[in-house]
């Protein structure tokens, strides 16, 4: 999904967003030459170092953007606005390895992020786990007060078999004596 921005020239930038899977950002280039927000005033740089100036540009060129969105409804999947930088001046050292150790920066953000869903996607399992093993102790315990009162109760049943046991035992005595002589 591509926002070419309304009503902007021919620098307009280009952002868009795409849902991927956690281990693959989506890399989106655009250039920040009319970005005014990045470039220093005028009067900031003295004509007097013209190099320092362009060196300046050059740094404020390569600059990387990456936020992290957290998807609310799709907890396995990452949004990624990945702004990349133009290629550096290769006349200059410094913007080289700014370069560089912005790619490097970069590599390190989005293991760092991939890390993070892992151990969050690990923590809702085991809060799941969690969860399941707390269910279950209560239906352990509910299962332990069932066992009691059943116990209980067959204690209770079995003494009134065992006394009618022995009321029967001694009516069929009773009887016994009424019919012996005859």
């Known amino acids: 999904m591509e926002d070419p921005g309304e009503g902007q020239g021919a620098g307009a930038h ?5 849902r991927v899977p956690a281990d ?30 362009q060196h300046l540009q050059n740094l404020s060129r390569a ?33 080289m390895e700014v370069f560089k150790q ?8 989005h293991e760092v992020k991939k890390e993070i869903a892992l151990l969050e996607e690990r ?13 279950e102790k209560l239906d352990a315990a509910q299962l332990a007060r069932e066992f009691e009162a059943l116990t209980e109760e067959n204690r209770t049943l079995q003494l009134a078999q065992s006394q009618c046991v022995e009321q029967l035992e001694k009516l069929r005595i009773q009887y016994q004596k009424r019919q012996g002589p005859s």
Do not use: G
Request: glycine share 0%.
């Open 123 to 135: 923590k809702k399992e085991l809060l799941a786990k969690l969860d399941q093993a707390e269910k």
């Open 63 to 95: 600059k990387w953007l990456i936020i992290y969105l957290d998807a609310r409804k799709c907890t396995d999947f990452f949004f990624f606005l990945f702004v990349k930088p133009l290629p550096p001046c290769h006349d200059s050292p410094e913007s």
């Open 14 to 18: 280009m952002i868009s967003t795409a």
């Open 24 to 53: 693959k950002p989506v890399r989106i280039a655009f250039s920040l030459d009319n970005a005014s927000d990045d470039t220093p005033p005028e009067d900031a740089i003295p004509l007097e170092f013209p190099e320092l100036e």
């Open 102 to 109: 912005h790619c490097q920066i970069a590599e390190e953000y």
